[in-house]
């Protein structure tokens, strides 16, 4: 057994691990993975997984899901495929972190063969999240736009959750991408007759042990001088590669 300095926090969250991690179902074990993933720590993640003695339908979950936080599309697919294997059957938390990694990743046909395969061969009814995942990838596909597929999805978010603006946004991006401005346009007429109003984009970064949060439109940050100053530099250094890409591929995306 390795030795781990109780001095540190991560220490102990370690030695709390090992004195619990041999239960079947362990909270303790979920939340260090969450935790671990959470805090960028994807490989420490695997490894509270892989120590776990008789993993379940929740834990093969929790790790797919921590993949997905990261991006790493291959590995969750690789533990997707391996809990099949090992007998356990996908249900709609599975599919909904699969679905959210191919969007990350950018896989079109994967996403609509998983979705397929979700309805078709499990039985399993899609509800607002899985449709927003597919709308989501439909709309950031430039190579490929399946306009029918998006709306559809977008459609039925609507039925389920008619006053949120993310399917609206998602479907006039669909919607530009396949030049079609009339639908972009009609979209807008549709949001402000249902008032509904896009939320603000907000993100926050840590740095020198202090959380700034940042949300669209505001001005209030201390130094917003500087970060102006700064994204004006990033714009243009990216402004070239930005117009050639709308030249080669001709997508525009609307901010409503």
């Known amino acids: 057994m390795m030795e781990i300095s109780i001095s540190t926090p991560r220490g102990k969250i370690e030695l709390t691990c090992k004195q619990n991690i041999s239960m079947p179902h362990d909270a303790n074990s979920m939340a ?3 935790m671990y993933s959470k805090c960028g720590a994807i490989l420490d993640s695997e490894l509270a997984f892989k120590q776990i003695e008789s993993p379940d339908l ?4 929790t790790i797919v899901a921590a993949f997905t936080q990261h991006g790493l599309y291959e590995r969750a697919l690789a533990f997707f495929n391996q809990m099949g294997l090992l007998g356990f059957q996908p249900d709609g938390i599975t599919f909904l972190s ?3 990694a191919c969007a990350h990743a950018g896989k079109v046909n994967e996403s609509i063969d998983l979705f397929e395969a979700m309805v078709s061969n499990y039985g399993i009814a899609p509800r607002s999240g899985h449709y927003a995942c597919l709308v989501d990838i439909l709309s950031r596909a430039v190579f490929y736009v399946n306009v029918q597929i998006g709306e559809l999805a977008a459609k039925k978010i609507l039925d389920l959750n008619p006053h949120s603006s993310g399917p609206y946004v998602s479907l006039s991006n669909i919607y530009a991408t396949a030049g079609k401005w009339r639908d972009v346009a009609r979209l807008r007429t549709l949001m402000k007759e249902h008032g509904v109003k896009k939320q603000h984009a ?8 202090k959380v700034h949060i ?3 439109g505001d001005i209030s940050h201390p130094d917003i001088d500087k970060i102006h100053l700064m994204l004006k530099r990033i714009s243009l250094h990216m402004a070239v590669d ?3 890409e709308i030249s080669v591929h001709g997508a525009v995306l609307i901010d409503l």
């Open 242 to 244: 930005d117009f050639a």
């Open 58 to 61: 929740v834990s093969w979950n």
């Open 202 to 209: 907000h993100s926050w970064t840590e740095i020198g042990n």
């Open 214 to 216: 940042f949300l669209g």
């Open 98 to 100: 699969m679905l959210s």
């Open 32 to 34: 260090l993975i969450t």
